[in-house]
């Protein structure tokens, strides 16, 4: 199975391609946005196009006619974590074939795509009636696990509250340093902010937020 995977965060759909590696999939390329997936779909020859729905301000449905006229004959399945029937709908339009939810174990994204280069549908007849609730193995976790020492510490000041000074201060390195690491855990995480950083940490059980020390295993 040749496999094309487009997602915007970046540490996430380069996770996302190893674990499917050792699954025995051959990524041929991994892209951040529709528009570059639809250069490499042009450049590669591809069975399956694993596409991302969710990109900020944007939607990977928009693009769904450009991915299609570029690969006419590949299989397309997005990757989301929610569907409404907008969606159900615009996939159907588009003749794609099965929806991945990015919460799910890799093992279940496999036997997904699997069953859709098999000739099989795996798309939903209709939406879920609510969000499903995040478990203890959700997309922010398994990004937290590729910080590293100093990120974590990084992160940990955040939820306590720290400033980029104060964060330097606690390291004993310069701001603009200190000011790289807090950059480099917002990318990772995918946040926005750095009180959207610190409130997914909270949220899902990575930092005690009145001691600052991890709960989950480095």
């Not at 939810?101 to 209709?126: C, F, N, Q, Y």
């Not at 696990?145 to 720290?162: D, K």
Request: glycine share 8%.
């Amino acid at each position: 199975m040749r496999l094309l995977i487009c997602d915007d965060h970046v540490v996430f759909a380069d996770a996302l391609a190893h674990l499917l590696r050792t699954h025995g999939k051959d990524v041929v390329a991994v892209t951040h946005h529709p528009t570059e997936a639809v250069a490499a779909l042009r450049a590669h020859e591809v069975d399956l196009c694993l596409l991302d729905v969710d990109y900020g301000a944007g939607t990977g449905v928009r693009w769904l006619g450009d991915v299609r006229a570029a690969a006419p004959r590949s299989r397309i399945v997005l990757l989301c974590g929610q569907t409404d029937e907008e969606l159900l709908s615009a996939a159907r339009a588009y003749r794609v074939r099965g929806v991945a939810d990015k919460r799910r174990p890799v093992a279940e994204i496999v036997t997904l795509l699997d069953r859709v280069h098999a000739g099989e549908s795996m798309l939903p007849r209709r939406a879920a009636a609510a969000r499903a609730p995040r478990h203890a193995g959700s997309a922010e976790r398994f990004l937290a696990s590729y910080l590293t020492p100093r990120e974590r510490q990084a992160l940990s000041a955040l939820v306590r509250g720290a400033d980029t000074a104060g964060l330097a201060r606690m390291l004993g390195i310069a701001q603009t340093t200190a000011r790289c690491h807090i950059q480099s855990v917002l990318a990772k995480l995918g946040a926005h902010s750095r009180l959207e950083a610190a409130t997914t940490a909270v949220r899902h059980g990575m930092i005690n937020p009145a001691t600052g020390e991890w709960i989950i295993a480095g």
